[in-house]
C-alpha cells in the first residue's frame, strides 16, 4: 500500500526476538493493525493498538506506537519457526483497510 | 463452522472467459470486501460494499463487477480476463468502523492462461 510502509524481509534466529517496522501516513487513523499470513492461507489478526495508546502486550506480542513519527512496530519475542510467515500492518478507516507490502519473517534453527 | 468462504479456492482459465467467485460470511457483518494480492505479494482494496450498496470502488476496471444479492454475499464477476488479472483474491467482512476487526477468507487463487 502506498500509505503504510514495512521492511520486506527479516530473519531471525529462533529463540531471537523479531521486530518488524512500519511507517504510516494518515494521522487520522484511530486504528492501526497486525495481521499474520501463512503460506497459502489468509490473513489472521494478530493484534490491534488505538492510536492513544503507546505500547500494547498481548502474549509474545508487543506492539509500540509513536504517533509522532507515525511509527509503529511488532515485537515478537522468543521467536519460533511457525511464526515464519509474511506480517502486514495495516490502518483502518471505516470501511477499508490500507496495508503495508508485508514483512517476509524467515525463523533459521 | 467457517466465517467467511470464498469459492472456487482455486480457479484457472484461459484470456478472455468470464469467471466469478462466490463469498458467504455468517457473521452478521454488514460490510464485506475484495481485495487482490498480487504476486509480490501487496494487498489492494477492490470494493467495499455496506449493507448491500457499494461504498468504495478503488478504480477498478470495469470488467470486475461486484455484486451483493443480500448482507452475507458479496459475489466478483470478471468478464474477458486478462493475463493481469492472475492474483490470489481475497473476500473479507467486518461490522462497520474503524475498531472493529476484518475477518478474511482463504482466498481464490485465479490463474489466467
Known amino acids: 500500500g502506498e500509505d503504510v510502509e514495512q521492511s520486506l524481509f527479516l530473519s531471525v534466529r529462533e529463540g531471537d526476538s523479531s521486530v518488524i517496522n512500519c511507517t504510516y501516513t494518515?494521522?487520522?487513523?484511530?486504528?492501526l493493525y497486525w495481521y499474520k499470513q501463512e503460506p497459502g492461507a489468509g490473513l489472521q489478526l494478530l493484534t490491534y493498538?488505538?492510536?492513544?495508546?503507546d505500547m500494547k502486550q498481548d502474549q509474545r506480542l508487543t506492539v509500540l506506537l509513536n504517533k509522532k513519527d507515525k511509527h509503529l512496530s511488532l515485537r515478537i519475542a522468543d521467536t519460533q519457526t511457525g511464526d515464519s510467515a509474511i506480517y502486514f500492518c495495516?490502518?483502518?478507516?471505516?470501511?477499508?483497510?490500507?496495508f503495508g507490502a508485508g514483512t517476509t519473517v524467515t525463523v533459521r534453527a | 463452522d467457517t466465517a467467511v468462504s470464498q469459492t472456487p479456492k482455486y480457479l484457472v482459465t484461459q484470456m478472455g472467459n468470464d469467471k466469478s467467485i462466490k463469498c458467504e460470511q455468517n457473521?452478521?457483518?454488514?460490510?464485506m470486501y475484495w481485495y487482490k494480492q498480487d504476486s509480490k505479494k501487496f494487498l489492494k482494496i477492490m470494493f467495499s460494499?455496506?449493507?448491500?450498496?457499494?461504498?468504495i470502488n478503488e478504480t477498478v476496471p470495469n470488467r470486475f463487477s461486484p455484486k451483493s444479492p443480500d448482507k452475507a454475499h458479496l459475489n466478483l464477476h470478471i468478464n474477458s480476463l486478462e493475463l493481469g488479472d492472475s492474483a490470489v483474491y481475497f473476500c473479507?467482512?467486518?461490522?462497520?468502523?474503524?475498531?472493529?476487526?476484518?475477518?478474511f477468507g482463504q482466498g481464490t487463487r485465479l490463474t489466467v492462461v
Open positions: 494518515d494521522s487520522s487513523s484511530t486504528y
Open positions: 493498538i488505538f492510536s492513544n495508546m
Open positions: 460494499y455496506n449493507n448491500k450498496e457499494l461504498i
Open positions: 495495516a490502518e483502518r478507516s471505516d470501511y477499508k483497510l490500507s
Open positions: 457473521l452478521g457483518h454488514d460490510t
Open positions: 473479507a467482512s467486518s461490522q462497520p468502523g474503524a475498531n472493529t476487526e476484518a475477518f
